[in-house]
């Protein structure tokens, strides 16, 4: 069994005690449920940087990557760096995140945020968007394309931007839908934790342009995004090159101005 795999398996079971304690009604009641999302794929077709910065405390690949920094200063950091959005994870037993630091960034930005989260229920969908999440992430690594096909559907129906994430051409080819927004390349291998950009690239020809292109993992240094530009990729998902630093909101301004230069 897999990292993945492994993650996946204590997800359901999570979700489970979930459904039996918060209820969708009342999920549905949230103050947040009904506002307007703020569209990641807009933000990235329009940005000539394209960052979506990450809020990340441990991964399993690294154990603790920052544990001091507070949601709300990386947040306001990071949408002062001009991020196009942010990646908030609310895993708790891998990554050390929660749901309430998804509720901090949004009480803290105007930010598109997205909640990166292993979804495998409906459930999820209505969480997120009760928690003030504008974008969610599937992985078609631990899904179907019957259920790529309905939780898009239903997140389309949230109005949340859907960003899907593949590893390998099988993933890609099995995922293309209409009810994708953007679709994230993850450069790294589950099975070995590896990271090539070269992934990104040998895919890139094979994503339709109606969909944005997103480079997810391995990305470090401006070199790899200058790279990967002439291949169409308009989002560059950032995970702990700015978080393993003391401050993740001044290194994304340093890097988004070198960037810009």
Request: proline share 3%.
């Amino acid at each position: 069994m897999n990292i993945l795999d492994k993650i996946i398996a204590d997800k359901r079971i999570e979700v489970a005690l979930k459904k039996g304690l918060i209820p969708t009604t009342q999920l549905e009641k949230s103050v947040l449920f009904d506002r307007s999302t703020n569209s990641l794929t807009t933000a990235l077709r329009n940005s000539d940087t394209g960052i979506i910065a990450e809020h990340k405390r441990r991964s399993p690949s690294k154990s603790v990557i920052n544990q001091k920094s507070s949601v709300q200063d990386v947040a306001t950091g990071y949408e002062k760096a001009g991020v196009c959005g942010m990646s908030v994870l609310t895993d708790g037993k891998y990554f050390g995140g929660s749901m309430d630091d998804l509720l901090l960034a949004r009480a803290s930005v105007e930010l598109p945020i997205l909640r990166k989260e292993f979804i495998v229920d409906e459930y999820q969908l209505l969480e997120a968007k009760a928690y003030g999440a504008d974008v969610i992430l599937l992985i078609a690594a631990v899904l179907s394309r019957e259920e790529i096909k309905s939780l898009s559907e239903f997140a389309k129906r949230l109005s949340l931007d859907v960003l899907l994430e593949v590893h390998n051409l099988e993933e890609l080819e099995k995922s293309i839908m209409p009810s994708l927004d953007m679709l994230g390349v993850n450069n790294r291998n589950l099975k070995t934790f590896e990271v090539s950009t070269d992934v990104s690239k040998e895919l890139s020809t094979h994503i339709p342009d109606d969909f944005v292109k997103v480079s997810e993992s391995g990305i470090s240094s401006i070199d790899a995004i200058k790279d990967l530009q002439p291949y169409g990729y308009k989002g560059f998902l950032i995970g702990e090159n700015f978080m393993k630093t003391e401050n993740p909101g001044t290194s994304a301004i340093e890097f988004i101005k070198t960037l810009k230069l």
